[in-house]
């Protein structure tokens, strides 16, 4: 399986970061003067723009182990104290100086009967080695007391020249002709994050060329490629805040939602005490879907989508190590299938139902009963046939 390219392109030296030269500066000027009890660096931005990459190749570039916890992994005090404790008391493994870095922040815990951030607060203030946290949302409320206790170095989006100049990089290493104005183009669509960039520039790599043709054909798969990572952001969590977001960039209707989630949750929650009370929260989100379709009260949606969410991502006790592939639900096609089979049945059902001054609805049934005397009585099965005006294929259904 080929490695992703945004990890074998990570940058291994400072000067390979784009776009963000303050900030790792600043990186490399708190890593190399550190002393002990000094405020840990907090780095904030949103995804894709270099925060985690800069440690790594500043520490590359310095020859500093990174010993990294993340907090969508460990977000209670337990959990912190245990793992980030062990790692700030402890020797490198290779006998070098180390930074430790303490990802994605924004899944520790605020509260205080779990007090994750507390617990890193409480564990750097004396800390021997260089710690950096990362963030997306500097402003989060759970994040105050972190924030006040550290330093913050803000990464800001990327400008779309800074990605095409990551984009060409990487396209010239792998050999791959690239139009200009699809770089460019790629460059411009991902809203700063060079990581979604990254991604789509191995994605149309496949055939060792890059075009506006390809890229427009690119944008048509997205929809189906954004469900299948929104599903295993629920799935593969137990962190509420990390499930939250998980459909708000997901282009696709709720009925089409409860599909994907319904078709796959049996190949992720393998437990049945798990798959049983997911499905308690889908059923739960499908009463309020009813109470929106009968009544409209679409103030209901805020509720479908926090159980579609965090809803389903806490039904489990833990998280399932297997890694399923995810796929379209079937029941469309078939339903699709069921109604092609039931067609000719609904086509002679309103024949008879104009003879019989009945509803269609009423006699449906009373076609089966039609099906005997076509199979055994070919004289009055023709005249059934002349009467109620049956095509071929009609006559030949009830026979068969």
């Known amino acids: 399986m080929p490695l992703p390219w945004i990890r074998k392109h990570a940058p291994y030296s400072a000067k390979e970061v784009v776009g963000q030269d303050k900030g790792v500066e600043r990186i490399r000027q708190f890593v ?3 002393a002990k009890g000094a405020k840990p660096l907090l780095l904030y931005g949103p995804p894709g723009t270099g925060k985690t990459a800069s440690v790594y190749a500043l520490a590359e570039e310095l020859d500093l182990e990174v010993i990294e916890v993340n907090a969508s992994d460990v977000r209670n005090k337990a959990a912190i104290n245990e793992l980030l404790g062990a790692a700030l008391n402890q020797q490198s493994l290779f006998f070098k100086g180390k930074v430790i870095l303490v990802d994605e922040a924004d899944g520790l815990s605020g509260m205080k009967d779990r007090g994750g951030i507390q617990a890193v607060i409480a564990l750097v203030k004396d800390a021997r080695f260089p710690v950096i946290v990362t963030c997306n949302d500097v402003e989060s409320k759970k994040l105050k ?28 290493s792998e050999k791959i002709a690239a139009e200009d104005k699809a770089i460019s183009a790629i460059a411009h669509r991902v809203g700063g994050d060079a990581r979604a960039a990254i991604n789509d520039l191995q994605t149309l790599s496949d055939g060792k060329k890059i075009t506006m043709q390809e890229l427009e054909a690119l944008g048509e798969r997205e929809q189906k490629e954004a469900i299948e990572q929104a599903l ?14 998980a459909f708000d960039n997901v282009d696709v209707d709720i009925d089409q939602l409860f599909l994907w989630i319904d078709a796959n949750l049996p190949k992720e929650y393998t437990k049945p005490e798990d798959l049983a009370n997911a499905y308690d929260v889908l059923a739960e989100a499908d009463k309020f879907f009813g109470r929106i379709r009968r009544w409209q009260y679409y103030r209901f949606y805020v509720y479908i989508y926090k159980l579609f969410t965090a809803g389903i991502a806490l039904a489990k006790k833990e998280k399932y190590a297997t890694v399923p592939k995810y796929k379209r639900s079937s029941r469309p096609l078939m339903i699709w299938m069921a109604n092609a089979r039931n067609a000719k049945k609904k086509a002679i059902a309103e024949k008879l139902g104009a003879a019989s001054h009945a509803s269609t609805r009423r006699v449906l049934n009373d076609v089966l009963l039609l099906k005997p005397i076509f199979q055994n009585d070919k004289a009055t099965a023709s005249m059934i046939s002349e009467q109620l005006e049956l095509d071929p294929e009609e006559a030949a259904w009830l026979r068969s």
């Open 145 to 172: 007391a972190l924030k006040k206790a550290a330093e913050c170095v803000a990464f800001d989006p990327l400008s779309a020249k800074d990605i095409a100049v990551l984009l060409t990089r990487i396209a010239k």
């Open 232 to 245: 295993t952001r629920v799935f593969k969590t137990t962190s509420a805040d990390v499930a939250l977001p």
């Open 32 to 34: 190399s003067s550190h």
